[in-house]
């Protein structure tokens, strides 16, 4: 089995900061992607941030130049950096990571979801 557990979500002022980190474990052969996305009430779940085993990135429109995803291969652990939180930021964020396990070839795990809250 393989868990992801979150952690950082919390109550910030419009401008603030807050940091998200995400770690799996269990029987864990190698992590490829690894990634943040939100959610919000009666909408899609929507991509925040991506990045790769290697390092590559790529973000929503919505964060460019706002939040900064990170992670740390030997601790198979996620980062997201969210700089400059906006009100409408306000949802719940989940981390996801594509595992591959001594139960599964490949499977797209999901943590239980952590809310930010931006007050303005």
């Known amino acids: 089995q393989v868990q992801l557990g979150e952690s950082g979500g919390g109550l910030v002022q419009a401008g603030g900061s807050l940091r998200l980190s995400c770690a799996a474990s269990g029987s864990i052969i190698s992590i490829n992607g690894m990634g943040w996305y939100r959610q919000a009430p009666g909408k899609t779940r929507e991509l925040v941030a991506v990045?790769?085993?290697?390092?590559?990135?790529n973000y929503a429109d919505s964060v460019k130049g706002r939040f900064t995803i990170s992670r740390d291969n030997a601790k198979n652990t996620v980062y997201l950096q969210m700089n400059s939180l906006k009100p409408e930021d306000t949802t719940v964020y989940f981390c996801?990571?594509?595992?591959?396990?001594?139960?599964?070839?490949?499977?797209?795990?999901w943590g239980q979801g952590t809310q930010v809250t931006v007050s303005s």
């Open positions: 996801n990571a594509r595992v591959r396990s001594r139960a599964r070839p490949e499977y797209d795990y």
């Open positions: 990045i790769t085993s290697g390092g590559s990135t």
